[in-house]
Nanobody, 120 residues
């Protein structure tokens, strides 16, 4: 129901755009999010957007560099990542839930991850 794509290997300072395709149900009323998980670290919230109203929120570490958006016609959510840093290296997951939360357990749907590797 959620399928993430767009990861890759880039150099520091480069950009990437992640996509999360939704299918199988409507996500009206849901919050769509991107989390990431680096090796031996917990999954952390990166950004989120309300499907209906388009309100956004970001982790402090990515504010000003990452932009989350959604396209209702395409049933997709995007994460534009600019000025990438080595510390952004992680597996990125898209998720959906009924509440805005930093705890990944609060989200009901998850896509498979997509690897983002930023070399210095």
């Amino acid at each position: 129901q959620l399928q993430a794509s767009g990861g890759g290997l880039v150099q520091a300072g480069d950009s990437l755009r992640l996509s999360c395709a939704t299918s199988g149900r409507t996500f009206s009323g849901y919050v769509l999010v991107w989390f990431r998980q680096a090796p031996e670290k917990e999954r952390e919230l990166v950004a989120g957007i309300t499907w209906s109203g388009g309100s956004t929120f970001y982790a402090e570490s990515v504010k000003g560099r990452f932009t989350i958006s959604r396209d209702k016609a395409q049933n997709a959510v995007y994460l534009q990542m600019n000025s990438l840093k080595p510390e952004d290296t992680a597996v990125y997951y898209c998720g959906a839930g009924l509440v805005q939360a930093t705890n990944p357990r609060q989200y009901d749907y998850w896509g498979q991850g997509t690897q983002v590797t930023v070399s210095s």
